[in-house]
């Protein structure tokens, strides 16, 4: 058995900005299994099916962001589930955007959702999929920035491909195990393009 959360704020306030990737993508992965997520149960709208056989439980913290912990160990403690059992979905402002990284455990960072899932679990010893959202802008604050937005068709449409992957990624990691969803899906930042010089350099001699 397998509890799959995703990460994010509840209300229509905070719908599909950065810091709700996990929402995102949880509600992607419901539609490609033909899931409803909408019981209530300990803090947390749920759905239950299964992927190759094992039983899911897909899980939106009702929460907001901070207190994501609470749900989460409640309902691991009602599955009786293990920390590997469990795989957490969120947003990572350092990650470029629509990107993916995949890790079988670590600590929370400065993400305050995983902060809370680690407190409450005791434990950082379950997996994790991280969805990049870009890092902040120089005119943005942290919060600001995880709270926007993408304003552009091209990050809309970024997000949406990695949405998929990320849902890929989740089912890859139930039916093939922790390794090869790493193996298949964990992709690194793209290497900044190189400036090459001109043939005639501004300032020089025609």
């Not at 207190?67 to 470029?96: C, F, H, N, R, T």
């Amino acid at each position: 058995m397998y509890l799959i959360v995703g990460l994010g704020n509840p209300g229509s306030k905070y719908h599909n900005t950065r810091h709700n990737v996990g929402f995102d993508v949880l509600e992607t992965l419901s539609r490609k299994l033909g899931v409803s997520v909408n019981r209530k149960k300990s803090g947390a709208l749920i759905g239950e099916c299964f992927i190759g056989g094992e039983k899911t439980i897909l899980a939106l913290p009702q929460t907001f962001m901070n207190l994501s912990g609470e749900a989460v160990a409640s309902l691991a403690a009602w599955y009786k589930l293990k920390p590997e059992q469990i795989m957490v979905i969120y947003d990572d402002v350092d990650l470029a955007q629509g990107f993916l990284r995949i890790r079988k455990s670590g600590s929370a960072g400065t993400h305050n959702g995983m902060r809370s899932i680690v407190a409450e679990l005791g434990s950082d010893q379950f997996p994790r999929l991280r969805v990049g959202v870009g890092k902040r802008p120089p005119e943005y604050d942290l919060a600001d920035w995880v709270l926007s937005r993408y304003s552009s068709q091209e990050e809309k449409d970024a997000a949406k491909a990695a949405y998929g992957l990320a849902a890929d990624a989740v089912m890859e990691f139930i039916t093939g195990g922790i390794e090869s969803s790493m193996c298949k899906y964990n992709t690194k930042k793209p290497k900044k393009e190189k400036v090459k010089p001109t043939d005639n350099p501004e300032g020089a001699d025609e």
